[in-house]
């Protein structure tokens, strides 16, 4: 990727061009100069369980931004300028996908596999399934259940507006909201729930109201707001997690 | 497995509570929790661990004793931390969602010493 100095000043002279014309043209010719830089960023972010076809496309759209908002008059070497950018473009794809970025992709396969069982069983049973029934079902091991039900806390680095699933069974959150009562809605509720909770996204305060207010267990909530139990779970964990650090910052 | 006590101490810091959660998830599972119960267990270890610990972690170990009893499973967290940590008081949020979760629960400081025991009975057949 090394550049020589020629290279360099006239791409610096390329990047002074499209700051000054905006021309798409060059635009393109100073992304594909640098889609190396973005190929290199992706392949630091390989092996955490997310194609690197995939990855290499996230830091493409990363250098995109990057080239569009450079500003050469600043002094700054391009590259220093775009690499936190597509590094937080790559962050926030794994964040999106709900995956924190060190979870092993055998556990999140695990987790994706056995947040299925646990539905099916659910729905099939009328109740909430044991370990070993759920271990049965997936053909693994109940120590692997364990671990990939765990795995789900690793969501809690998702961001605060992620809450879509990627997943077609369990369509996103947002979509569901609008068969709940209306009443819980309600500014009563927000008050009853206290400054903190109000601070939460919409929906997770409805989720917590239902499981701690309204006293519903995980796999009724998933069945009211028809997403999996899994997928309530960590809602519900990151919602805590969030409120504890509220209330740690409040005090 | 009547009397089974599993203990786990280790670095005051919020990094590690996942293996004291981790932790009650497979004893739970042990005990023929169902996915539910295994679930608010984790709940209650974060929100109790969380008291202890704080988002930025306390100078000392934490140590958590797991107790499995016949029907129920019983998890003690304590830790003496020299930094000085903020009251672990409850807030009236955190005493709801407890409560929610487990059948009993409690949490206590005495000096530089603080301490939370739970209870979680089995109810799944």
Redesign the interface.
């Known amino acids: 990727m090394a550049l020589d100095r020629n290279d360099k000043n006239e791409l610096m002279r390329t990047f002074e061009a499209f700051a000054e014309s905006r021309d798409s043209a060059l635009r393109d010719q100073l992304i594909e100069a640098h889609l190396g830089l973005a190929e290199y960023l992706a392949r630091r972010f390989a092996n955490r369980g997310e194609p690197l076809d995939d990855l290499v496309q996230v830091a493409s759209l990363g250098l995109v931004k990057a080239v569009e908002r450079f500003d050469p008059a600043r002094g700054l070497e391009f590259t220093t300028f775009a690499t936190p950018t597509i590094v937080g473009e790559l962050k926030r794809h794994f964040r999106d996908k709900g995956w924190a970025v060190r979870v092993p992709r055998r556990v999140q396969e695990l987790h994706l596999r056995v947040t299925k069982v646990?539905d099916d069983l659910?729905l099939e049973m009328g109740?909430?399934?044991?370990?070993p029934e759920?271990a049965q079902r997936a053909g693994i091991t109940?120590?692997e259940?364990?671990?990939a039900?765990?795995a789900g806390?690793a969501y809690r680095s998702a961001s605060l507006d992620a809450g879509r699933s990627d997943d077609e069974e369990s369509p996103g959150l947002l979509g569901q909201l609008g068969d709940l009562d209306p009443e819980l809605a309600s500014a009563e509720r927000r008050a009853a729930?206290?400054p903190?909770?109000g601070a939460l996204p919409e929906r997770e305060q409805v989720m917590l109201y239902l499981?701690?207010?309204e006293?519903m267990?995980?796999?009724e909530i998933a069945k009211h707001l028809g997403i999996s139990?899994m997928h309530v779970?960590r809602l519900?964990?990151r919602s805590?997690?969030q409120?504890?650090?509220l209330?740690?910052d409040a005090? | 497995m009547h009397g089974e006590e599993v203990r786990l101490t280790m670095p005051a810091i919020p990094q590690l509570l996942?293996v004291a959660?981790?932790t009650a998830?497979?004893l739970a599972?042990r005990l023929?929790?169902?996915?539910?119960?295994?679930?608010d267990v984790?709940?209650a270890v974060?929100?109790l661990c969380?008291a202890l610990v704080?988002?930025k972690g306390r100078d000392g170990d934490l140590t958590v004793v797991y107790r499995l009893l016949d029907d129920a499973l019983e998890i003690e967290g304590s830790g003496t931390f020299t930094t000085d940590a903020?009251n672990p008081v409850p807030?009236?949020?955190?005493a709801?969602?407890l409560a929610?979760v487990v059948d009993e629960h409690e949490l206590q400081r005495e000096g530089a010493e603080v301490r939370f025991w739970l209870r979680k009975q089995r109810v799944?057949s």
């Open positions: 646990i659910s109740r909430s399934p044991l370990i759920i109940e120590d259940v364990i671990e039900i765990d806390s729930l206290g903190l909770i499981r701690f207010y006293g267990t995980q796999s139990q779970s519900l964990a805590l997690q409120l504890r650090e209330a740690e005090s | 996942r959660r981790l998830a497979g599972g023929g929790f169902n996915f539910d119960e295994i679930e984790k709940i974060d929100e969380f704080g988002t903020p807030s009236e949020l955190s709801q969602i929610a799944a």
